[in-house]
T-cell receptor
Framework: NAGVMQNPRHLVRRRGQEARLRCSPM?????VYWYRQLPEEGLKFMVY????????ESGMPKERFSAEFPKEGPSILRIQQVVRGDSAAYFC????????????FGSGTQLSVL | QQQVKQSPQSLIVQKGGIPIINCAYE??????FPWYQQFPGKGPALLIA?????SEKKEGRFTISFNKSAKQFSLHIMDSQPGDSATYFC????????????FGTGTRLTVIP
C-alpha cells in the first residue's frame, strides 16, 4: 500500500526553463492538493484538484503556474519560465474525500533554480 | 499575512522533558486544528488534531490544549524522546467552504539524549 509518490525528489532547472512535478496519490484517493514550502516557512496552499477538475486554485500564482489531474495518470504541477524565487519544496497531498482531514503528504520535490 | 502564528521557532529539551509549542489564530471561522510532524527529507505527517468543542485531546504522549476564547492552542509532548526530534507545524482550517490548511511557520524540536 504505497503512500503518496512524488517525483522527481530533486529537480534543478536554469532560469527560463520549465519544471514538471508529478504526484501519484494513494490508491483510492481522488483528491489532490499541492502545497509549497519555502525555507524556514510553513506550507502554503496552492491548488486543490479532483480527477479532471480544478476545484480551488486560489493559492496559485496567476502566471506561469498550472496544474492538472487527468483521468489517468499522476497529477502534474507545471511551472513555466522558472525564476530563482520558484526554488522551494513542493508537496502533494491526497485524500479519499474532500475536506482537510486525513491528508497524506508525499515526500516532496525540491526545486532548485540556478 | 500569517493566519496562524507559531512559537517558538526552535526548541531544545532533554530526554524526558515536556516541550510545549504554541499557536495562535485570528479567524473565528477556523474549526479544525491539526498538528503535523515532519522529519528531514519527508513530507508532513498528521500527528493529532482537535476541534473547538473540546479543550484537550490526548493521543499517547501527545496532547493538544485548546483555548477557544484566547484563540490559542498548544502541543505538549510528554516524556520526550530523541526520536521526537523533528519540525512540528500547527495548522488551522474552516471545514465549511474552505479547501486548504493554513500552516504555522514550524518549530524545530531537538531532544537531547
Amino acid at each position: 500500500n504505497a503512500g503518496v509518490m512524488q517525483n522527481p525528489r530533486h529537480l534543478v532547472r536554469r532560469r527560463g526553463q520549465e519544471a514538471r512535478l508529478r504526484c501519484s496519490p494513494m490508491k483510492g484517493h481522488s483528491h489532490v492538493y499541492w502545497y509549497r514550502q519555502l525555507p524556514e516557512e510553513g506550507l502554503k496552499f496552492m491548488v486543490y484538484l479532483q480527477k479532471e477538475n480544478i476545484i480551488d486554485e486560489s493559492g496559485m500564482p496567476k502566471e506561469r503556474f498550472s496544474a492538472e489531474f487527468p483521468k489517468e495518470g499522476p497529477s502534474i504541477l507545471r511551472i513555466q519560465q522558472v525564476v530563482r524565487g520558484d526554488s522551494a519544496a513542493y508537496f502533494c497531498a491526497s485524500s479519499p474525500h474532500s475536506g482537510n482531514e486525513k491528508l497524506f503528504f508525499g515526500s516532496g520535490t525540491q526545486l532548485s533554480v540556478l | 499575512q500569517q493566519q496562524v502564528k507559531q512559537s517558538p521557532q526552535s526548541l531544545i529539551v532533554q530526554k524526558g522533558g515536556i516541550p510545549i509549542i504554541n499557536c495562535a489564530y485570528e479567524n473565528t471561522a477556523f474549526d479544525y486544528f491539526p498538528w503535523y510532524q515532519q522529519f528531514p527529507g519527508k513530507g508532513p505527517a498528521l500527528l493529532i488534531a482537535i476541534r473547538p468543542d473540546v479543550s484537550e485531546k490526548k493521543e499517547g504522549r501527545f496532547t493538544i490544549s485548546f483555548n477557544k476564547s484566547a484563540k490559542q492552542f498548544s502541543l505538549h509532548i510528554m516524556d520526550s524522546q530523541p526520536g521526537d526530534s523533528a519540525t512540528y507545524f500547527c495548522a488551522a482550517s474552516s471545514q465549511t467552504g474552505a479547501n486548504n490548511l493554513f500552516f504555522g511557520t514550524g518549530t524545530r524540536l531537538t531532544v537531547i539524549p
